[in-house]
């Protein structure tokens, strides 16, 4: 398993290993950036004194299995408990959360899927065509920068975030502080994330299905090019995209 994982990190450009450890250094940026949410928010101020990181700790990478794929290749994950991250990423994900509700195709489970299905009385026949689509690598594929920017103008363009009074320049520069400087423990050696998100992080999930709202919603513009066929229904959970089209 470790060398798998250490082949990993070699043959991919997506790290580059860092000469100490950063750990101290990012949690006075943590506090820092606690320190502006405090001064331009209604968030009550015992709550983000209690966010203050202290003692923290660097965040090890290790690999899950998937072992329904060929050569059983490894999924990266790099936990952020105790790291300089936590507070901030647990925070924003409490913030951003609601975002969720101005997804179209958001699913949040298999019976939420389900549900959409019988309440939009979709009936199979002849003239229904079914597929589902995964993104490859989502995680370690998505563009730091654009997703950043996708989570910006999502805030900009709905009123579902007016209830807590943050600038949106804030959340920017939080989450610009958490994705510009991912890294991680491997093998006694520290290593930062260049490209992609980490899995492990609160706040991941939430960034990357806005950033695929973006990027989808491109799409529609595309299907007809050669086949004057668009989606009837299309819904994603995370990565994993059930959608269906009528021909005829």
Not at 55 to 78: A, C, F, M, N, Q
């Amino acid at each position: 398993m470790q060398k798998k994982i250490k082949v990993h990190i070699d043959e991919t450009s997506s790290y580059e290993p860092l000469k100490k450890d950063p750990t101290k250094e990012l949690e006075r940026n943590a506090k820092e950036i606690l320190g502006q949410v405090k001064r331009k928010t209604t968030i009550p101020m015992r709550l983000l004194d209690n966010l203050k990181p202290s003692h923290s700790k660097t965040p090890e990478l290790y690999g899950l299995p998937k072992y329904h794929k060929p050569d059983t290749p490894l999924r990266s994950i790099v936990p952020i408990c105790n790291s300089p991250f936590v507070s901030v990423s647990w925070l924003l994900e409490k913030l951003l959360h609601p975002l969720f509700n101005k997804i179209p195709s958001h699913l949040n489970s298999t019976d939420g899927f389900l549900n959409r299905l019988c309440r939009y009385d979709l009936q199979m026949n002849s003239n229904t065509i079914l597929f589902t689509l995964d993104v490859v690598s989502m995680y370690p594929s998505i563009p730091i920068k654009e997703s950043i920017s996708s989570v910006i103008n999502l805030l900009r363009s709905t009123s579902c975030y007016t209830t807590i009074d943050i600038p949106t320049e804030v959340i920017e520069n939080s989450l610009r502080f958490i994705f510009n400087n991912s890294y991680f423990k491997f093998d006694s050696t520290f290593y930062k994330q260049k490209k992609g998100i980490a899995m492990g992080n609160n706040i991941a999930v939430v960034v990357v299905s806005i950033f695929m709202h973006f990027f989808e919603s491109s799409a529609p513009t595309q299907w007809n090019f050669e086949t004057n066929l668009e989606p009837i229904r299309w819904y994603r959970y995370i990565d994993d995209i059930p959608f269906s089209f009528g021909i005829g």
